[in-house]
């Protein structure tokens, strides 16, 4: 990717592990220029743990699905980006650990200088022909400020993950249920659980994390799966 060459501003939203790793190879493109848009205070996306859970001391929602305890379930060989390596250390890594690889990353390729930190974008639409070629209008509020601004861009890479907004079942009875209902990605730690029965949904690395650790803690944690042969 090195190799090839663009004229102009290349957008991208999200200051995460995708969005780094596309600024780092945008940047080493002639004629590029990568401007990326981080609507939070710091680098790091999902690996950025937030105390916070439901919405930000903003009002927005919080992305970070971390949990203070989780570590990673696949070793660092494979988590690394080709062009950079984890330092010698543990296999499976504490979340901490894929961070502090985060920010050496943007700090060894000197990415910091692009990335604008308080930026939420609010809008991206067409900007017609852009010398010849299809471009972007996208529209970012400060949120320090509350000021918008617009940019055109010449590509716009959208880096802002996947893991922000949580999947929730329909399961029959539960809007009656008097008892306390959260998804994982509003569980930070286990104290809150203490002496309490705590029924675990769900068998996936968090499901499995989570109710390890409530195990300690809880006077009773249960943990239910679908049957594998159902869809």
């Known amino acids: ?53 439901g919405v930000d001391g903003r009002g927005f929602p919080v992305h970070s699905s971390l949990y203070n305890s989780l570590r990673t379930d696949l070793p660092a060989v494979l988590m690394a980006f080709p062009d950079y390596k984890f330092p010698d250390g543990e296999s499976f890594m504490h979340h901490t650990t894929v961070l502090k690889y985060l920010e050496d990353y943007a700090d060894h390729y ?13 809008e991206v639409s067409h900007a017609g022909n852009l010398e010849g070629e299809e471009g972007w209008t996208v529209t970012v509020k400060d949120l320090s400020t509350g000021h918008t601004l617009t940019t055109t861009c010449h590509a716009l890479l959208i880096c802002n993950g996947h893991f922000s907004e949580p999947n929730l079942p329909a399961i029959q ?7 306390e209902a959260l998804h ?24 499995l994390d989570i109710a390890l650790e409530l195990s300690s803690v809880a006077d009773k944690a249960s943990t239910y799966t679908r049957p594998q042969n159902e869809d």
């Open 184 to 207: 994982s990605h509003e569980y930070r730690e286990p104290s809150a659980f203490v002496a309490r029965k705590v029924v675990v949904l769900g068998a996936g690395a968090s499901g």
């Open 173 to 179: 009875g539960l809007e009656g249920y008097r008892g």
């Open 110 to 122: 000197r990415l910091l200088p692009y990335i604008k930190f308080g930026q939420r974008v609010e």
């Open 1 to 53: 990717m090195a190799e090839q060459g663009c004229a102009g501003v290349v957008g991208i939203i999200g200051a995460g592990a995708a969005g780094l790793c596309a600024a780092r190879h945008v940047q080493a493109m002639a004629g590029c220029r990568p401007v990326v848009w981080e609507q939070s205070v710091a680098l790091g996306g999902t690996w950025k743990l937030s105390e916070h859970v």
